[in-house]
């Protein structure tokens, strides 16, 4: 095994005068593959770039032992080939690694093109391939299954499985989470918790630790209150009858009092409120929803599908799977452009007097100037005043000292609820949903699980996330094999 380890001492980091980490004091060994938890604007990236030495703490140090290889969130310079992205690392005269590493992430598309001309999952491909190039007894994974198909997710699994050094990743894809960590980190509002094994186990031993603390401060505000109650009926006892005894053992009985309810007072541990979406709409079980010819279809010049044939109709939970690169996201972007009659595409047919929303995986406000409260209130139906605005913002880490900021100035997680918060606040028949779920936290995750569940209209979908399919019953899958579309028996 790979001699690793990362020693956490004593460290305390501060962003912007708000206090992040505080005295943190963790060692993390080879063999241990361990998953760091939180919610989006937990700083959980930020912990990763203190290890790696991108920032430093206030406080503390953090000792590496161990040569680190870091899957970072994204390429900061697209320009450059796929190929000279690779080139940067392996020397003169061995290029023959690179073309193993791009085999083994199962990378298919031309390394001559830009990164920027790939897709999303493409590039994320590109990043694994850069991985395996690289010696390394420490793997630091942020998000690495964003935007992967279910082939790369199970190449990285299996390297990851055979990787004898510590692993230390941060996720929110639980399928992922269960096959491979064997400790979670959970980071919440500055406090840090340590759980052993996998996410199933993380969320147990939560629960169980969340019903000890609630257990042990009622007992402590019973104790308290029964105390107190004694304590009035002695002082009034010392002003009827005059006892030094008495009134020693009251100033006794006082000072215990400070020492078990003051000094050692419990807090009513905090269920973290999650934030709620709703939205209705659907219509009859017939009713054509959209509709595609059986034919050769194309896209800027390049053919995506040889057989191109749905029907989808009422309320159906069409998956849409296959390979990055394949063109699920241009299909749909395409449906949604035919209902908004932005295009006219011959074998694309859309239903009449449908209301149709669609979440594109691209974040169309990154470059917003918008302030958050005018795209607020300019995008959500039924907002409210400026305080029932504040209230629902709360939810997504912004507070009221945030609504004048950009939109891109928030980080890509808000940025992505604020959408869903859009979306949700009307109603719709069809939700066109491409890969909703990337870079989202578990517990927005759950929210938008809940919600979809309890709407009756119909969904296309497209995700790698089989635990978020499975939660909102997805049961009409269609693959895209060699450019065909097949549909999977229905149960």
Not at 226 to 231: A, P, S, T
Request: glycine residues 4%; contains cysteine; positive net charge.
């Amino acid at each position: 095994m790979k001699k690793s380890q990362i020693k956490i001492q004593n460290i305390s980091f501060s962003f912007d005068d708000k206090t992040i980490i505080t005295n943190m004091n963790h060692v993390l060994h080879a063999g241990q593959r361990v998953c760091l938890l939180g919610d989006n604007g937990e700083w959980k990236t930020t912990l990763l770039q203190l290890i790696t030495k991108q920032r430093y703490p206030q406080k503390g140090n953090i000792n590496i032992t161990g040569e680190i290889a870091y899957l970072e969130q994204d390429i900061p310079d697209k320009t450059q080939s796929a190929y000279d992205y690779l080139m940067s690392f392996v020397q003169e005269r061995e290029e023959y690694k690179i073309w193993m590493a791009l085999e083994d992430a199962g990378c298919e598309f031309d390394s001559t093109l830009s990164i920027q001309q790939l897709s999303w999952g493409q590039q994320t491909k590109l990043r694994l391939a850069a991985l395996f190039l690289r010696e390394s007894s420490i793997l630091i994974l942020d998000e690495p299954t964003n935007h992967l198909d279910e082939d790369a997710i199970e190449r990285l699994l299996s390297y990851i499985q055979q990787y004898e050094g510590l692993v230390l990743f941060v996720s929110h894809d639980r399928r992922f989470i269960n096959q491979i960590a064997t400790h979670c980190i959970e980071i919440w509002q500055g406090s840090i918790n340590y759980y052993t094994g996998d996410y199933e186990s993380y969320e147990q031993q939560k629960q169980q630790r969340y019903q000890k603390e609630l257990a042990n401060f009622t007992r402590q505000e019973r104790e308290r209150k029964k105390f107190e109650n004694w304590l009035a009926l002695m002082r009034q006892r010392a002003t009827v009858y005059v006892d030094p005894r008495l009134g020693k053992l009251i100033r006794s009985r006082v000072k215990m009092y400070d020492r078990n309810f003051v000094q050692n007072k419990l807090h009513k541990p905090w269920n973290k409120k999650k934030l709620t979406l709703s939205t209705s709409g659907g219509t009859h079980s017939w009713k054509m929803l959209f509709r595609t010819e059986r034919r050769s279809c194309s896209f800027a010049d390049k053919q995506l599908f040889r057989n191109l044939s749905i029907d989808a109709r009422g309320t159906q939970r069409i998956l849409l799977s296959g390979p990055n690169g394949v063109g699920k996201s241009t299909f749909l972007k395409n449906i949604f452009a035919t209902y908004t009659q932005q295009k006219t595409i011959p074998w694309i047919f859309v239903g009449n007097n449908l209301r149709i929303a669609y979440f594109s995986q691209h974040d169309s406000l990154k470059q917003s100037d918008s302030s958050v409260l005018d795209w607020y209130t300019q995008n959500v139906k039924n907002h409210g005043l400026e305080h029932h605005i504040v209230s629902q913002l709360s939810l997504v880490w912004i507070d009221h000292l945030q609504l004048r900021k950009k939109m891109h100035e928030l980080s890509y997680g808000q940025r992505v609820k604020l959408r869903f918060i859009a979306m949700t606040s009307q109603d719709h028949d069809l939700l066109i949903l491409d890969e909703p779920t990337n870079h989202l936290d578990i517990s927005t995750r759950e929210s938008l699980e809940n919600m979809l569940n309890s709407y009756s209209g119909a969904i296309l979908l497209v995700s790698h996330d089989k635990w978020f399919a499975a939660a909102i019953r997805t049961t009409d899958i269609r693959h895209i094999v060699d450019k065909n579309i097949l549909q999977e028996p229905m149960l």
